[in-house]
Nanobody, 121 residues
């Protein structure tokens, strides 16, 4: 069992930045890949970014590439998502997932509760 908890959401103006953090606890947490997804009402969940357990493999969705950066600290079992150049269309509930990378996206087994990110125009 892995417990996952996000923090760092909030309200920001377009063009601004936010940093999301995710902490995973459990015996196997540091051997699993971690990543981020987002979802808006009425839409399917969208994969955003993933990082392997070693940090050597990183993948991004085209919609956030060059604006978002995912990093990992295995000493703390945390993964951060630095979001720059935010746009109103980035508004969503962002969720952290822990699991496996397959096909360049994260197949999450464990999930956090999600954190709201709102970008005003």
């Amino acid at each position: 069992q892995v417990d996952v908890e996000e923090s760092g959401g909030g309200l920001v103006q377009a063009g601004g930045s936010l940093r999301l953090s995710c902490a995973a606890s459990g015996q196997t947490a540091n051997s699993l890949s971690m990543g981020w997804f987002r979802q808006t009402p009425g839409n399917e969940q969208e994969f955003i970014a993933a990082i392997s357990s070693s940090g050597d493999n990183i993948f991004y969705a085209d919609s956030v590439k060059d604006r978002f950066t995912i990093t990992r600290d295995n000493t703390k079992n945390t993964v951060d998502l630095q979001m720059n150049g935010l746009k109103p269309e980035d508004t969503a509930v962002y969720s952290c997932g822990v699991g496996f990378i397959s096909g360049k996206i994260l197949r999450a087994v464990y999930w956090g509760q999600g954190t709201q990110v709102t970008v005003s125009s």
